[in-house]
């Protein structure tokens, strides 16, 4: 997986022609700027697709681990990279881009894993976000959170459907719900793709 991988399946360009974003974010990038900054046929190629900025924040320890991208057709204002807490900002996660009207923050949160051990690290995710979204609000423009958020919004967003077995698979605890929702409340932000399309069952949960 990763964004090099995909540009070798030759399908990232055709997405990117066929959806036609003014702003587009990449989670998982797995691939480093000085990296992409060499392959010029990847940049050029966005320049020509009318792509003018492009932000990246890659993993400091392993380029080919985690990274978040946002690359944009409109002009850009401030970015900040990272939520404020250097364990999580070292892995590449966060990305927030001010434009003139919204504030845009790309995430790519921490699964728990299978195991459940990485709860820890989840729940101190969940906290620094937390604080983050409440800076972001206090510039007075509306904030749009995505990117893969590693959560299931509502029991029926997981793909497994019996609520005592969805319990312990990562994304879809009680306690990880639980926190994204109260961060939602507090940030009186809404679930963009339920407000578009109603209760649809959706198979995924980011």
């Known amino acids: 997986n990763g964004l090099r991988s995909v540009l070798r399946k030759k399908v990232f360009y055709d997405m990117l022609a066929r959806e036609n974003a003014d702003v587009v974010c990449i989670s998982e990038a797995r691939w480093s700027w000085d990296q992409a900054a060499r392959d010029k046929q990847f940049l050029s190629t966005l320049r020509d697709m009318g792509y003018i900025s492009v932000t990246w924040h890659q993993c400091a320890d392993n380029a080919g681990y985690s990274g978040v991208v946002v690359l944009s057709k409109i002009i850009t204002g401030k970015v900040r990279k990272g939520v ?104 009186q932000l809404v679930d963009g793709f339920v407000h578009l399309n109603g209760n649809v069952t959706r198979d995924h949960w980011t």
Not at 123 to 149: N, V, Y
Request: aromatic share 6%; with cysteine.
């Open 84 to 187: 404020g807490d250097p364990q999580i900002d070292k892995e590449g996660r966060v990305i927030t881009v001010e434009f003139d009207t919204f504030t845009l923050i790309h995430s790519y949160t921490p699964c728990i894993g299978l195991d459940l051990k990485r709860a820890p690290k989840r729940k101190s995710f969940d906290k620094a976000m937390d604080s983050h979204l409440q800076a972001c609000r206090e510039s007075g423009k509306p904030c749009i959170w995505t990117g893969d958020l590693n959560v299931a919004s509502r029991g029926e967003d997981c793909f497994e459907r019996d609520p005592a077995k969805a319990g312990v698979i990562p994304g879809c605890t009680k306690e990880e719900r639980d926190r994204f929702h109260a961060i939602l409340e507090r940030h």
